[in-house]
């Protein structure tokens, strides 16, 4: 018995030392959840005291466009441009247009893209849109400005000799033999072939189509009208020569002539 109970006794004795182990590691779990929370704690406490700033918004620290600069090409001519005509004011045209975000070859040449441009740019600027550089297109390419001229005699004199070259281009043919779908003194001319041909002594490219010629001039009343516009008639067209008379060629004469305005014309087309 006394074995028995020493043992127990002894037995008891362990007992206290396993008891503070798991108090010590009671205590050290507490320690450590102790230094966890402390931790978080201070964490918490370092946070409230030094909030981080909020992100500025990218709207407000973003620098504001540049903006767009002015187109600096200007067209100085005052010739109504369309396809198929070549020269510095194409040229120049081309440059505005690629100032206005086309990408053109800047090579004087009206062709197919620059039509497109023309056609692109007076649909984004709400112009009416006929591929046609006349006085509203141009003085949109040039900001808004319309062009001034050095002085109102060199414009009248400008017109004047204009005139003059597409009346004796038309009148040095009279006579040449009528022959449709012709726009040559050698194969002969039928109305719009004759138009087409006179204008081009003014540096003026017209399609070979009365009513496209019609529709790419400038509408005016027969009191306005000037030596070198056209006369429009239902299906065919002529060169208005001054004082009631025209040039034309005519189907029923089969040739080109010269005479009075006869029937009863839509109306007067001017390009300059």
């Not at 000799?161 to 779908?181: H, L």
């Not at 081009?200 to 009513?211: C, D, E, N, V």
Request: charge should be positive; aromatic fraction near 6%; hydrophobic fraction near 35%.
């Amino acid at each position: 018995m006394a074995q028995h109970n020493s043992h127990r006794a002894a037995g008891r004795a362990v007992t206290p030392l396993v008891s503070a182990n798991r108090a010590a590691r009671g205590l050290g779990g507490a320690a450590v959840l102790g230094t966890v929370l402390v931790g978080t704690a201070f964490a918490g406490t370092a946070a409230n005291a030094a909030p981080a700033a909020p992100a500025a918004p990218a709207a407000a620290t973003a620098s504001p466009a540049a903006p767009t600069e002015a187109s600096a090409a200007k067209l100085t001519s005052t010739q109504k441009l369309r396809s198929g005509d070549r020269g510095n004011a194409v040229e120049d045209l081309q440059s505005a247009l690629n100032d206005n975000g086309a990408n053109l070859a800047e090579d004087g040449v009206f062709g197919k893209k620059t039509n497109s441009a023309v056609r692109e740019y007076q649909s984004e600027h709400g112009l009416a849109v006929d591929g046609v550089v006349g006085p509203k297109t141009r003085a949109s390419l040039n900001g808004g400005e319309s062009i001034r001229t050095s002085g109102a005699s060199a414009s009248t004199s400008s017109s004047s000799s204009s005139s003059s070259s597409i009346v004796d281009r038309a009148r040095s043919v009279v006579g040449t033999q009528y022959t449709w779908a012709g726009n040559s003194p050698s194969e002969g001319f039928d109305c719009s072939g004759l138009v087409q041909y006179a204008y081009k002594a003014a540096g003026i490219s017209l399609p070979h189509q009365s009513g496209a010629i019609a529709d790419g001039g400038r509408w005016i009343s027969q009191s306005e009208a000037q030596a070198g516009d056209v006369v429009v008639y239902s299906g065919h067209v002529a060169i208005y020569v001054g004082n009631g008379r025209i040039i034309d060629a005519s189907g029923s004469k089969q040739q080109v002539v010269e005479r009075d305005i006869w029937g009863s014309p839509k109306g007067f087309v001017t390009y300059r």
